[in-house]
């Protein structure tokens, strides 16, 4: 490959895919939990815990990016994207 962009694109695809697999793994593990519990803790974890870590590690000065944006854009934004 002589893009590194292409090869970065084609392993975060990879990983996402096997992530996005692998989500029902711990429903064998926990016979307690209804279907819905399990659902729950993959959201929490695949939408807010681990978006906003990859976000600290990969933009630079993270913070200032969000300081420097309107509350009412981000509360849209927020919206939008719950929406």
């Known amino acids: 490959m002589g893009n590194p962009n292409a090869a970065l694109g084609l392993t975060l695809g990879i990983i996402a895919g096997a992530f996005l697999g692998s989500f029902a793994l711990p429903m064998k593990k926990i016979k307690r939990w209804e279907w819905e519990n399990t659902w729950v803790m993959y959201s929490v974890w695949a939408l807010i ?6 976000a600290f590690f ?3 000065e993270f913070p200032a990016v969000y300081g420097s944006v309107s509350v009412s ?3 849209a934004v927020f919206l939008f994207g719950a929406g």
């Not at 815990?49 to 990859?54: A, E, G, K, R, T």
């Open 58 to 60: 990969t933009i630079p």
């Open 49 to 54: 815990v681990f978006p906003w870590i990859l």
């Open 73 to 75: 854009t981000i509360l």
